[in-house]
């Protein structure tokens, strides 16, 4: 079946530092989201890509989704300790239908 | 401040009982998601309603569970009986329908456990 892996599982930085997780898909997607959960909490959407190859700002956040439709990133430049969670990604498949990538859990050491 | 809300939000119960979750979508939303969080599954769709119409269920264990939007105010999970295996926690969500796809909000969740 369609599967949607992220890399790393877990990532721990100093804040200040950088971050990363990467998302791939065995199938090209329509579109994809990125959404964030905090401990506890719930899935907050945060970004929805559609085109090939493209990239997408939200302050300290960049988001690519790669010329394949195959994968995607969510880069995070100099983290904070509000920036703590797990990052999904949702790999979209026709206009509804999203697969949920395995998440990336970020802890931010301060 | 628009949200989708959950009840109850904690539940407890024993195996063979009926669970009933409820989730209010936000207010025109046209869609609803059921999906259920486990460590070892992730986040997986259990089903889809569109304009209250069940459009997606395959997700779903058929012979346990039951999803239904009664009106566009409501919709409802149901496991009968409820199994150990059954314990997560299960999330709903609303939909605002785009041309590339569906912006999906989620509610706060009922976390179940299944004794």
């Known amino acids: 079946g369609q599967q949607v892996m992220q890399i790393p599982q877990y990532q721990h930085v100093q804040e200040g530092e950088d971050f990363t997780t990467y998302c791939n898909s065995s199938?090209?997607?329509?579109?994809i989201q990125w959404y964030k959960q905090r401990p506890g909490g719930h899935p907050v959407f945060l970004i929805q890509?559609?085109?090939?190859?493209e990239v997408k700002k939200q302050k300290r956040l960049t988001f690519q989704f790669g010329e394949a439709k195959k994968n995607s990133s969510l880069h995070i430049t100099a983290t904070q300790t509000t920036d703590v969670g797990t990052y999904f990604c949702?790999?979209?498949?026709?206009?509804?239908?999203?697969?949920f990538g395995t998440g990336t859990r970020l802890k931010v050491l301060a | 401040d628009a949200r989708v809300t959950q009840t109850p939000r904690h539940k407890v119960t024993e195996m063979g009982q009926e669970v009933t979750m409820r989730c209010q979508p936000i207010?025109?939303?046209?869609?609803v998601f059921w999906y259920r969080q486990t460590m070892m599954q992730g986040l997986e769709l259990l089903a889809y309603?569109?304009?209250?119409?069940?459009?997606?269920d395959s997700g779903m264990p058929k012979d346990r569970f039951s999803a239904e939007m009664p009106d566009a105010t409501l919709a409802t999970l149901k496991i009968q009986p409820s199994e150990p295996r059954d314990s997560a926690v299960y999330f709903c969500?609303?939909?605002?329908?785009?041309?590339?796809?569906?912006?999906?909000?989620f509610g706060p969740g009922t976390r179940l456990l299944v004794l």
């Open positions: 969500a609303s939909g605002e329908s785009g041309p590339f796809g569906e912006t999906q909000y």
């Open positions: 199938t090209t997607l329509s579109n």
């Open positions: 890509l559609v085109k090939s190859g």
């Open positions: 949702a790999g979209g498949r026709g206009t509804y239908k999203y697969i």
């Open positions: 207010l025109g939303h046209n869609t």
């Open positions: 309603f569109r304009n209250r119409a069940p459009l997606d």
